[in-house]
C-alpha cells in the first residue's frame, strides 16, 4: 500500500476557540490516536488534499516535531455547509496488530451479460478489510469476465489470503440486471413467434 508523508505541529491549547484560530491560518487541528496518549497537533489543510479527496487508501507517515509514525486516516469532518474539512483523527499503525481498513473495489475484465444488452450494477465500491498493515492492499480486484444477465458477485464468492472481509457475505458487489432496451428486445421477440 502506498505511504504519504504529512508533517504537523504539536497544539500547545486544545479547544474551540484555538481550533478555530488555527482553520483561519489553512491548518487542520487532528489527533493521533492508539499509542499510550494522544497526540494533538495540526496539519496544513493543503498537505492533505492529496490524501483525504482521493478514492486510493494511504498509509501517513507523520512527523509531528521530529517524531515520526505511521498511521492511517480514521475519521475526518467536515463543515455542514462549505464542505471544509475542519477535523481529522488518525490512528497509530502496529506492526502486530491487525487494522480494518476500507479498501476500494476494483472491476476487471468485460462482461458477457452487458455485451448483450444487460446493465452492470455496482452496489458496494468499498470493503472492510481486517489484516495487519503489511497485507493491506491498494484495491481489490474482482473479475466480472463471467458475468451473464441475471448473475452476481457476492462478498462470500472472493478469496482472499492473509485479508479477513468483516462485509456481510451475502452483500452483492456487482450484478448485471436485464435493460430495458434488452427487456423490450425480449418481449418484441417473443411477440413476433
Known sequence: MKSFAISGSPRENVGKR????????????????????????SVSA???????????????DLDIA???????????????????LIHIDFLLLDDK????????????????????????????????I??????????????????EVGKSVKVGDLKLEKLVITNAKEDTIVSVTTSRALRQAENEAAGKK
Open 18 to 41: 484555538d481550533a478555530k484560530e488555527l482553520r483561519y491560518q489553512g491548518l487542520v487541528p487532528a489527533v493521533l490516536y492508539g499509542g499510550t496518549t494522544q497526540t494533538h497537533f
Open 46 to 60: 493543503a498537505d492533505l488534499k492529496a490524501v483525504v479527496y482521493t478514492p486510493v487508501v494511504h498509509f501517513i
Open 66 to 84: 521530529g517524531v515520526k509514525s505511521k498511521a492511517i486516516i480514521k475519521d475526518l469532518q467536515f463543515h455542514p455547509l462549505t464542505e471544509q
Open 97 to 128: 496488530k491487525p487494522v480494518t481498513i476500507e479498501i476500494p473495489i476494483k472491476l476487471t475484465g468485460t462482461s458477457p451479460g452487458v455485451r448483450t444488452g444487460g446493465k452492470l450494477v455496482q452496489k458496494l465500491r468499498k470493503l472492510r
Open 130 to 147: 481486517n489484516a495487519l498493515p503489511k497485507d493491506h492492499l491498494d484495491n481489490i480486484e474482482v473479475s466480472i469476465a463471467h458475468l
